[in-house]
């Protein structure tokens, strides 16, 4: 066999200059056999014989061996080692060129030399997006979508090129989305459907591609699937639900493509997702939270559902996941719900509702992405809504729970989302009696902290909360903001350059009030604050210009 191998390159060597296709044709079924024989091996003794760089310019249209030149190099090519070989031996090139090719059996192993030569290298992939074969494979899955093996090879091309995000732009010009819903709709294999769906997930990341894929008819392709699969217990059929319904949470992700399908919350599309929420499928009760989240992502959205019921289809749905209940499920309504609070008319509505209740129940959960979405829900819910923040600023178990999460050091939103709704809780209550309920639980030093927080608007609603306890309940927090430092802290931030106004605005508001404190008032004699604060009277913001006079003589008149 290794002899006959050794002949029948040698003789190779010399037709492929001679281009007599018989002796040729020989030849190449001759490697085509070794290599089925033993691919490796037979691999290594082409490498050394240096054919490769004959192939090249075998690999031309018209010829009756291009189909086998292909081939053989597809084969090759399935070995790490030899890719960078063809590489170097310039048969990219005219492999991309064969593309344009009528003959199917030269297209496929053509499509099948470069999947391989290709494979897992991001850099020729960039190479192969850049010779533009992105829209020449589209045209093929167009004109020979009745050839199966055809069909896989450009699926399997798209699937590895959607991963880059270079291929995005190109696919969006393209055709594809009609391409590939015509496609999936003929399919009637488990199998052949996921291989499109392995090439739709990457490509619906693109906002562009979404809305062509909705215009396309996507979405009812996969709402068909979930209305066939839905009571099915087979492993593929579950697989498969899962698949359509998170793919069609991830069409609405696009601003367009959303709208789109909320047609004014009519939409048929809309209509169907609403109806998931209810059902007894996990995954389609999460795809249902998922997508209202989703769709509530604007004011004019979220105005709509509230008034249509919404929030008591979440609220029964959350209702059914508080003991030991799904998490996933629990974060995707707590999201929805969360989206929903954000437009000012849907507080009193949504508070009305019972949602803060709703919400309260998971107080309890040990899971971090759930805390984090239960504290935004309450954050949205109470702002400016006074009787709101001060019924849940004096619920103890709350607060407590609170100050616990604000040392979720593990979890930054989640401490970061605490100590924002202690904040909100005393700046939107504006009342004593939450303010003493914080002090006791022991907030204030997560208030001092927050107000060196790297993020301004931590730092500016941490000192807005703080100047409110320094108003409303000096005497009660004074000693807590005396153990925090709070005074240094101030000091600091008027001192740096870097302190954005408004937060040199509310330091200065927070000292004049804690001058009313007497050892707070001594800790501010004895920091030159006086040459900090005339420095900033004339400051370029007029703001910080006017209350760095007023701080002035305030700390004039009582020095």
Not at 226 to 237: L, N, P
Not at 505 to 517: D, F, K, P, T
Request: proline share 2%.
């Amino acid at each position: 066999m290794a002899d006959n191998l050794s002949d029948t390159l040698k003789k190779l060597k010399i037709t492929a200059v001679d281009r007599t296709e018989d002796s040729l044709e020989g030849c190449l079924d001759c490697l085509l056999q070794a290599l089925a024989q033993n691919n490796m091996e037979t691999s290594e003794k082409i490498q050394g014989s240096g054919i490769l760089q004959l192939f090249a310019s075998l690999l031309i249209p018209q010829s009756s061996c291009t189909a086998k030149v292909a081939n053989i190099i597809a084969e090759v090519a399935k070995n790490e080692f030899m890719r960078i070989p063809c590489v170097d031996a310039g048969l990219i090139s005219p492999l991309v060129q064969l593309l344009n090719s009528k003959d199917q059996e030269v297209l496929l192993q053509t499509g099948r030399a470069l999947g391989n030569i290709c494979y897992d290298s991001h850099s020729l992939q960039a190479q192969l997006i850049n010779m533009g074969v992105i829209p020449t494979l589209v045209k093929l899955l167009g004109i020979h979508c009745q050839n199966a093996a055809l069909t896989e090879m450009c699926l399997v091309a798209f699937g590895n090129l959607a991963e880059l995000e270079s291929s995005k732009e190109q696919f969006a010009s393209t055709n594809i989305a009609e391409e590939l819903v015509k496609l999936f709709r003929k399919q009637i294999e488990h199998d052949k459907r996921e291989m499109i769906f392995e090439v739709l997930a990457p490509l619906a990341e693109n906002d562009a591609i979404k809305l062509q894929l909705v215009e396309a008819g996507l979405v009812e392709c996969l709402l068909e699937i979930v209305q066939q699969k839905v009571d099915s217990d087979k492993e593929d059929d579950i697989a498969e639900l899962k698949t359509a319904s998170d793919l069609m949470v991830l069409l609405l992700l696009g601003d367009e493509s959303m709208q789109k399908l909320f047609e004014g919350g009519k939409g048929n599309v809309f209509q169907r997702v609403l109806s998931w929420i209810p059902s007894n499928n996990h995954q389609l009760q999460l795809a249902g939270a998922l997508a209202i989240a989703n769709f509530a992502r604007n004011d004019g959205n979220c105005i709509h559902m509230v008034d249509n019921g919404i929030v008591e289809k979440l609220m029964d749905l959350l209702d059914r996941h508080v003991e030991d209940g799904n998490v996933t499920v629990q974060h995707a309504a707590l999201s929805a719900l969360r989206n929903l609070a954000i437009p000012v008319v849907n507080k009193a509505k949504m508070l009305s509702a019972g949602v803060t209740e709703a919400v309260l129940k998971f107080l309890k959960s040990e899971m971090p992405p759930v805390q984090f979405k239960l504290l935004g829900t309450l954050r949205m819910l109470i702002d400016a809504q006074a009787e709101a923040a001060e019924q849940l600023g004096k619920n103890v178990k709350l607060v407590e729970r609170l100050v616990e999460w604000c040392e979720a050091k593990d979890h930054a939103g989640v401490m970061g989302e605490s100590n924002r709704l202690l904040s909100a809780l005393i700046r939107h209550s504006k009342s004593k009696d939450v303010i003493k309920t914080i002090v006791q639980s022991g907030g204030i030093k997560h208030l001092v902290t927050m107000a060196t927080s790297e993020h301004v608007i931590m730092q500016n609603e941490a000192l807005v909360a703080l100047a409110l306890i320094a108003a409303l309940e000096l005497g009660t927090a004074e000693k807590d903001l005396e153990s925090t430092k709070l005074v240094q802290i101030l000091h600091k931030l008027l001192a740096d350059e870097r302190s954005a106004p408004e937060i040199k605005y509310n330091s200065m508001v927070l000292i004049c009030a804690l001058m009313g404190s007497e050892s707070l008032h001594k800790e501010v004699q004895d920091l030159a604050f006086l040459d900090v604060v005339s420095k900033l009277r004339s400051h370029e913001n007029k703001s910080v210009a006017q209350q760095a006079c007023l701080t002035e003589q305030r700390l004039t008149v009582e020095s």
